[in-house]
Every structure is written in C-alpha cells, then in structure tokens.
C-alpha cells in the first residue's frame, strides 16, 4: 500500500479540528463514578499450575461498565513471590479477547507483571474471549462499532473505555502490585485503550504505550479509510442517515485524540506511514495533543502492525521510566 494520508510534514503539525463536548470531564466522571459504585470485589483464582509450573497465573474477573463483570488474565514473574512489582495493564486488539496466558509472557519474563484485560463481547476472529457485553437494542453493523452509537451513554466504546479504566484501578489494588509503577500498553483497538485508560486515570499511569492507535479522530478515519473497523461506521451511516448527526456526536466523547489531552504518562506511541487500517494522521491527532514527555516510533513502510524491533524498544523504555 503506498502512502495514502498527509504527508510527513504535514502529519507533523496535524491536529484534529473535531470539537470537545461540552463538560467532556465532568462526563466522563459520571461514568466512571457509576462503575466504581456497582463493583464488587474481584476474584482470583489460580489457573493451570500443571501448565505454567513456576510461572504464577491467575484467571481474574473484575467489575467494568455498570457493574458488569470482566475476565482477564494477572502473570506474574516466576520466582517474584510476593513483591511489590511494576506491571503493565496490557489491552487487546479488534476482534480479540484475553486469548491464553501464553499468549502475554513477555513482560513476566522481563520481570513486570502484567494484568490482561479481556475485551466485552470480542473475542474468537484471532483469539479468545470470554466476556460478554450488556445488552443495548438498535439497529447496527456486524462488529461492534456502531452498537449503541445513537448516544454517547449507550455506546459500545463508552462501555470498553470504562472497563479500560477499571482495570487500572483493580491492578492497582492486587498483592504483589506497586501502585506507584503502572503502565498501560495496547496496539490498535488496544492503543487506542491504553490513551483512554492513561487519559482517564490521570497521575496514576505512569508509562503509556499504544501502538498504531485505534479509537482516534473518528470524523477524519471514518472519511478517509473503508477499512473495517472503521469501515463499520461510515457503512451503517450510508444507510441510516438519520443517525449522523447523533453517531457523529457520539464519537466525540469516546475520541481518543481529544482524550490524549488529558495524559500525563510518559508515552511511547506508533504509527505506521502504510496503514489503511488506523491512518497515520489519525494517530498524529493523539499524539500531538499530548502535552506529557512523549516519542513516536515512525513506520514509513509498514502497514496495521509494527515491526519485532519495536518490542525491544518499548522494553527500554518502561526499564527508563517504570
């Protein structure tokens, strides 16, 4: 795929020209407020000993969106005991769930724990899952990008984001945890996640890294890729054209760029000059309006993915600032 989006000049200057909403942060309050008023304590229970063997895993369930109940996954370095680690709330990409423990042994291998959060009502395109979501009627494209999208309370990403920021929470409280040493860490529908969580837990997260963020300057990605997941969007809206102007306001309140305002981590962050998947000015839109300590890792001829290489780059950097 050739270069496709703004040029490299002008990605460096791009910003996006979607409006906040009105009393965006006393929105988000509510919602999260709501969340951590209907939550139970959460369980964890030893998982696969016979496997793993000296390599602790814990199968998790944690309250998200409303109360709603939330699997994932907390690993933990072998031999760790029970000191208090750093550790990365790691999220999933579009279409995946938690998957298997195996799937997230990097980080305990490199001595962090992680705490894997499982992705409401995905899951089984490329991994498991094993959350469901709260129901919402209306009508809405296969996927789940438009579920909900006729109001910012009903939306989908609402719900996901929530639970994102929950999960940073529920870490932050488990043994074995240093509250003060939290990262949070996703590529695409994931990237887009840890910006929201980080943008949302404020001082909390330390280190955030997303990598070829999803959940971006939805108003610009949606005109310029017929890419899914974003291909959902505008595919619903040349149908029900009645819902634009309520589906465009929507996805003010979940945008990551306006989000990205609000971080105060030290960020890592990707993009991917070939990606027709999240386009590149999409992830400049976050990026740039981040005002924290910040890098991007520029792919001039890479698609929706990164190269191995960055792996160990985002290892130096949380050894640098975790």
């Given amino acids: ?19 906040e909403p009105e009393q965006f942060d006393s929105w988000w309050k509510v919602r999260l407020d709501e969340a951590r008023a209907a939550a139970l304590p959460p369980v964890l229970t ?6 793993y063997g000296p390599l602790p895993v814990w199968d998790v369930e944690f309250s998200g969106y409303g109360g709603d109940r939330v699997r994932g996954w907390y690993i933990r370095p072998a031999g760790s005991g029970v000191a208090a680690l750093p550790t990365v709330v790691s999220y999933i990409g579009y279409g995946g769930g938690r998957g298997l423990p195996s799937e997230h ?30 129901g919402f009627a209306g009508p809405e494209h296969p996927g789940v990008m438009t579920r909900g999208i006729a109001s910012p309370e009903t939306y989908y990403v609402t719900r996901l984001m929530v639970d994102a920021a929950r ?58 890729t017929d890419a899914e997941p974003y291909g959902e969007i505008s595919q619903f809206l040349a149908q029900h054209v009645d819902l634009i ?20 981590a030290t960020s890592l962050l990707s993009v991917a000059l070939m990606d027709e998947i999240c386009p590149p000015s999409t992830v400049y839109a976050a990026y740039n309006e981040i005002t924290a300590p910040k890098e991007l890792a520029v792919f001039p001829f890479t698609g929706h993915t990164t190269p191995r290489v960055h792996d160990e780059r985002k290892l130096r950097h949380l050894r640098a600032h975790l």
């Fill in 105 to 134: 042994v990097l980080l305990p291998a490199a001595g962090y724990a992680v705490f894997v959060m499982d992705t409401r009502g995905q899951g089984g395109r490329w991994t498991l899952g094993a959350t469901p979501d709260s």
């Fill in 167 to 224: 999960a940073v929470e529920v870490a932050a409280s488990l043994d074995g945890v240093d509250p003060t040493r939290l990262a949070v860490s996703g590529g695409s529908q994931g990237g887009g996640l840890a910006l929201a969580a980080a943008a949302l837990n404020g001082d909390a997260v330390k280190v955030c890294h997303a990598d070829i963020p999803f959940l971006c300057d939805f108003q610009r990605a949606i005109t310029i």
């Fill in 245 to 264: 102007p309520q589906a465009l306001d929507t996805l003010r309140y979940v945008d990551g760029a306006l989000l990205s305002r609000r971080i105060t």
């Fill in 1 to 19: 795929m050739p270069w496709f989006d703004l040029s490299e000049r002008e990605l460096a200057t791009y910003r996006t020209t979607t409006a």
């Fill in 46 to 51: 030893p998982y696969a000993a016979d496997a």
